[in-house]
């Protein structure tokens, strides 16, 4: 075969991926970004797209005076404690320090954002929502790629990395056509492939047993970064550490609203224009719409008598205990299960302070946002024998597992939820890299030619809140150009100099 040539090959067309091939492209370099799906997005691409980031200047012109260090410091309260412990404060005070910088380049290539919004326990606002939705990331960047002459093959997928004399030299790939072809580079390899939540195997060998019927919320999320950069001898950290699993529900067959808006062009510009001057209250509603799409049932609804029944309308879990429930959830046999209320349950969750999902202090979901807004999952009637019917679960087993759960009280209103699955979100996995983002190995030596971002790239950073993945991924990626012409530049001044001496000798 006759290898193809470039300055820097992305592996993974995903947030990170194009944000680091738009870099490289800016910075002069001939870039191959190679992609498994049909199509770039990655798990940025199904997201609600919020970028959280200190010092903006939408935080000025709000008149909201923020740091990076206060951010770095509100970072750590929001993983458990068991989960925080394991940060890398070095690298996260990196990220906070670069992310504001990277949402004004984002908003250089045409995305819009509104906000900030709050989101404790930040102590100030700080999340930025994109416009119209996370899809704009992904055709923005696009679009961006391609003014720089980056080219984007699909249907590619990286299957071994190319190693010469301890240096990563390119990489081998299958195309769409199931064809073994290779790229060689003059300058790196980039790891931009996200994280490895659908991968039941690294989830098992690092996080345990018990897991292995749960999936990840993006099904192509293979780690396939990970496993190159261990083969390639990488260090790897963090590894045990996952977002979930966590109770979703089910996505709607149809596409979300904000997925039918336009990402670019003047309609998109039009629309910025009016999000930004949206009163509270509409913005709330907008967002309690993405809440009953996106977000988790809230665990307190288990502990407030709420109970998981499967299709044989059975109860199969202790509820309250979550990685109980979670596997639960993951081993019947559709690998789902209902919620049912109780009258008792569905008066308390109709009004603060108890919300079925939330995003804290933007919006709250109660009973009847679900039975308006997302009537494919959640339904209401007044007996069992109705709720039976509706669900097609067995109305005999259904009515003994409610009275063994809710005692005398199985009189009406009742509303199911569902049907639930467990899912994995995200892991907080990634290679060690420096601060150029050069990947290093178990001695801690570099690994020459090989680089990461993204979720690859995480360097043992938990980042727990909400819009941090994405602005990480874009920050890296933003960064990773400018770090590859620096070390390019040094090496081309490092073999000028040595013409001479060779010479002499």
Known sequence: MTPKHVDVLVIGAGGSGLAAAVSCGEQGFETLVLESCRQPGGTTGIAVGSFTAAETSHQQVAGIVDSAEQHAIDLARFAPDEIEQKNNPVSREFFSRHSADTLDWLESHGLRFVGPVAEPPNKQPRMHNVIPGAKAYIARLQLAARKQGVVIQTQATASKLLIEEGRVVGAEYRNHLGQTQQVLTHVGVILATGDYANNQELIRRFKGGGYECIEGINPHAQGLGHILAEQAGAKLLNMDVTYGPELRFVATAKRPFQQWLP???????????????????????????????????????????????????????????????????????????????????????????????????????????????????????????????????PLAQLQQTAAGAFGQATNGPWVMLGPVKSYFTTTEGGAKINEHFQVVNEEDDLIDGLFAVGQCGLNGMVLWSHGCHIAWAMTSGRLVGRALRTLADQTTDRKKREVPNSTSR
């Open 263 to 393: 990402a670019t062009g003047p309609l998109a510009a039009i629309q910025s224009w009016l999000a930004r001057r949206l009163p509270d209250w509409i913005f709330r509603k907008l967002i309690k719409r993405l809440l009953v799409t996106w977000q988790h049932p809230e665990a307190a609804l288990f502990h407030d008598g709420c109970i998981l029944v499967n299709q044989q309308g059975l109860r199969f879990c202790d509820e309250r205990s979550e990685k109980e429930r979670n596997i639960g959830v993951s081993i019947q046999s559709d690998r789902q299960a209902y919620i049912l209320m109780s009258a008792v349950q569905i008066a308390q969750y109709s009004q603060w302070p108890h919300f079925i999902s939330t995003a804290p202090d933007i919006a709250y979901a109660y009973v009847d946002d679900y039975l308006r807004l997302r009537p494919d999952i959640c339904h209401q009637a007044i007996t069992l024998e109705q709720i039976a019917t509706h669900y097609r679960l």
